[in-house]
């Protein structure tokens, strides 16, 4: 027997006896469960005794096969939990699991963090759910070392309360005289030891950013804490200098001047980079023309060059309320590189010729040199096209007017034309918060998308198809911006919970049954449950070199190729745009270099956003630690087993409404229904539901916001901004719910929860504690995320 086939026959034999539904049998039935002919019976045996003797499997005095303690090994990510405890996401579905995670028990964790990469061993005991167990054996990597909190003493020793609710003790810290921090300081540490079920944590001080509560803190603390960057590098800026001065507007060899075409840019009333600009004519055959003009980025970024490396360190600019980290220095993404009004620049265009019915007849692109002769602002545009003979139009040079009348048409077509092909349009309102000056936050509004932002968008979009496509037919390999199927069981748990909701989903998988749920939910009083639910029911998109396809757009071939100033994966396609347009072939990158480049630019974009939104989360906590007492009204934007977490509709501020909040009945969870429902009463909570609550307390250092049903007298109150704690015995206390990391919650029948009858969990109100969740609020009104 080969190597090759007995560890295939093991594999097979272990994946038998690891089946949630295995039921211990004799070897002989064990060898007719896996269909194996009378050939294979010598190596079925040879494997058996093998797997016997080296304990992945026992026989009882009956003589039949039973799992036996460690069953092997495997890797994954850490998502610590509640109770202590934590699940292991693996890297690759295992046969054994079923796709699913693994259970680590709190005495298992070892001092393993969320997000760390570890290896995990992997048990035969399994939950009352069915979940496999592991035990973690060591931690490969760490997602992080560094952590912000803020300083505190207590018996003449010095301590750091980090930040979140990660740690729920505070870390002692070594040499805590070294740099003289001071009560309430905010604080960076790197962390010496974790603190583990055994031991409490130890770490350095290695940098003290103010004091709690002066201006700018929250932002430092945020950026400190996620490791972003901050200056860059003097080599990076002397190339981005020498560029500058390179620069010469009247050298147009090798390009196509287009500095006589009537070209524009649409953006943010606030922006100050422009990545693209649009012109558009019409044949008299009703042929469109459309050209797509993005900042040549790449004609000052060599590749290899310190600029190109602190680029691509940085993968992409950040975003925050106040404050900008960007991509590149100041001189190029809002200078020589931004498509700036009357100003001569250098572009990658794509010049897409279109069928009156919106078909693409054909593309070429080219480095050309654009004159921007208008800069729009998203606001001005609309009563332009609205009123063509209005006071605002009057205002614009005539062939101004005809391009936005132009591109208005051709957009509306485009996105008709997608929507047929089955492209999903989810309708969950943006909402805008306003600040002072000094960064606080004074209220919010719901943003207005209007058909000008739809404008761009399409324009944006099918330069970016245009662009994927050109490169796949050349067989180019390049960063793909891919967004997978969705899971199977995630939309046949959408399709129940819509059915609950009144609404039919036919065909779960189909884009065409959801654009129809959508359609029917509109102006609906369930509209916001349905979109809330659908959104969650989808993957994240990311980069990837494989070509996954677009499921979101309806899309085979898709990349980023419109925003260079601002993200890498679009400069790396832009490098790719010569050998388009001298149909040359070079030298490709490795497919494995091209994979850890996609992961580290898919990393550095989730963390941008977790940039914006820990910042904004924040500024409202700061808002609504001035309003404990206030009720307001709120929607319902996550159902777990211990609560509801809740969204204020004026102020987007979200925090949890726990089931201690609600009186002593007891309460039924739902999973698939999404929704808590008194036992006594029937009284339901589901998702998308809009419910009256009171601001119980705040804990911005935490991260928390407690939440109490209006009326309901006086309400439990969480953990204040205070610097009074208990030194860390060496076993942290409970880690405050999150959404995002609850243990799969299963009836157990133990104090706490009964049996229904119905297979959904039912939990009385004695549970104590804060909660919070990582949720997106409003995005900060400059991040124009074009697709």
């Known amino acids: 027997m080969k190597p090759s086939d007995s560890q295939s026959l093991e594999s097979q034999i272990l994946a038998k006896l690891l089946a949630v539904d295995y039921q211990p049998v004799t070897p002989g039935v064990l060898a007719r469960q896996l269909q194996l002919n009378r050939e294979q019976g010598d190596d079925f045996r040879n494997t058996l005794a093998t797997l016997l003797e080296t304990g992945r499997a026992r026989q009882d005095k009956h003589g039949r096969i039973k799992p036996r303690g460690s069953v092997g090994t495997t890797t994954g ?56 167990c592991g035990i973690i054996e060591k931690v490969l990597k760490r997602a992080s070392t560094t952590f912000v909190g803020t300083w505190i003493e207590q018996g003449g020793r010095g301590y750091v309360r980090i930040d979140g609710s990660q740690f729920p003790d505070p870390i002692l ?281 739809e404008i761009i968008e399409e324009f944006m979009l099918l330069a970016n198809v245009t662009v994927a496509q050109a490169l796949t037919s050349r067989k180019i390999p390049f960063l793909r911006r891919v967004h997978a199927d969705p899971d199977e069981m995630r939309m046949l748990s959408l399709q129940q919970f819509v059915a609950g909701l009144g609404l039919t989903l036919r065909k779960a998988q189909s884009r065409r049954d959801l654009q129809e749920l959508v359609r029917k939910a509109a102006g609906q009083p369930v509209e916001r449950a349905v979109n809330f639910a659908l959104l969650r029911a989808m993957k994240q ?126 309460w039924e969870f739902d999973p698939t229904g999404r929704s808590l429902t008194n036992t006594r009463t029937r009284k339901q909570l589901r998702l998308g539901d809009h419910i009256r609550v009171v601001v119980a307390a705040v804990d911005v250092d935490r991260r928390q916001l407690d939440l109490a049903p209006a009326g309901s007298g006086r309400p439990r109150t969480g953990r204040r901004n205070d610097s009074s704690f208990n030194a860390p015995s060496g076993r942290p206390g409970p880690l405050p719910p999150r959404n995002s990391e609850q243990p799969r919650k299963k009836n157990t029948g133990k104090p706490g929860s009964k049996k229904s009858g119905t297979g959904k969990s039912s939990t009385k109100n004695t549970s104590p504690g804060n909660s919070s969740r990582n949720s997106q609020p409003a995005r900060n009104s400059r991040t124009n995320q074009r697709s």
Request: proline share 5%; aromatic share 6%.
């Open 173 to 453: 810290i070594a040499d805590s005289g070294a740099r003289g921090p001071r009560r309430d300081d905010k604080v960076v540490i790197e962390m010496l030891r974790f603190p583990s079920e055994r031991r409490a944590g130890e770490a350095v001080i290695t940098q003290i950013l103010g004091k709690r509560g002066d201006p700018g803190i929250d932002t430092k603390t945020v950026i400190y804490s996620l490791g972003l960057p901050t200056e860059f590098p003097p080599e990076a800026l002397a190339e981005a200098r020498a560029a500058t001065t390179r620069f010469d507007e009247d050298q147009l060899a090798g390009r196509v001047d287009l500095t006589a075409e009537t070209i524009i840019t649409i953006d943010p009333s606030d922006a100050r980079d422009f990545d693209d600009a649009i012109s558009l004519t019409r044949s008299a055959d009703g042929t469109w023309h459309l050209g797509v003009h993005i900042a040549d980025v790449a004609t000052f970024v060599t590749p290899g060059s310190q600029l190109d490396q602190e680029a691509q360190r940085r993968g992409t600019s950040v975003y925050l309320p106040g404050h900008v980290i960007p991509m590149l220095p100041e001189l190029l993404s809002n200078g020589l590189a931004s498509l700036q009004q009357d100003q001569i620049r250098w572009t990658k265009s794509v010049l897409i010729d279109i069928s009156p019915d919106g078909s693409v007849l054909g593309a070429d692109f080219e480095n050309a040199a654009i004159r921007n002769c208008r800069r729009f602002a998203y606001e001005e545009v609309m009563p332009i096209i609205r009123q063509p003979d209005g006071p605002a139009a009057r205002a614009e040079a005539p062939q101004v007017v005809k391009l936005l009348q132009q591109m208005f048409e051709l957009a509306m077509l485009l996105r008709r034309r997608r929507t047929e092909q089955g492209a999903l349009q989810m309708g969950i309102p943006e909402i805008e918060i306003d600040f002072d000056r000094d960064g606080n936050v004074t209220g919010a509004h719901e943003r207005h998308h209007d058909e000008s932002h």
């Open 541 to 666: 998109a990311e980069y990837s070199p494989e070509d996954l396809g677009h499921y979101a757009l309806a899309e085979e071939d898709y990349c980023h190729f419109t925003s260079p100033i601002r993200r890498y994966p679009d400069l790396t396609v832009h490098r790719l745009i010569n050998q388009l347009i001298e149909s040359s072939k070079q030298p490709q990158p490795a497919f494995a270099e091209l994979v850890q480049l996609a992961r580290h630019c898919s990393f550095t974009e989730r963390r941008a956003e977790r940039a914006e939104r820990d910042l904004i989360r924040i500024r409202l906590l700061r808002f609504m630690s001035t309003r404990v007492g206030h009720e307001m009204d709120a929607i319902i934007t996550g159902v777990e087993s211990f609560g509801v977490f809740c969204q204020g509709v004026e102020i987007p501020a979200e925090g949890m409404l726990h089931l201690s909040n609600l009186g002593d009945d007891y």
């Open 77 to 132: 990510l850490v998502r610590r939990i509640s109770s202590g405890a934590g699940w292991v996401i693996p890297h690759q579905p295992l046969q054994e699991l079923r796709g699913g995670d693994i259970y680590i028990a709190a005495r298992d964790l070892g001092d393993a963090q969320s997000g760390d990469e570890v290896q995990v061993r992997l048990s035969s005991r399994r939950r009352s759910g069915g979940q496999r």
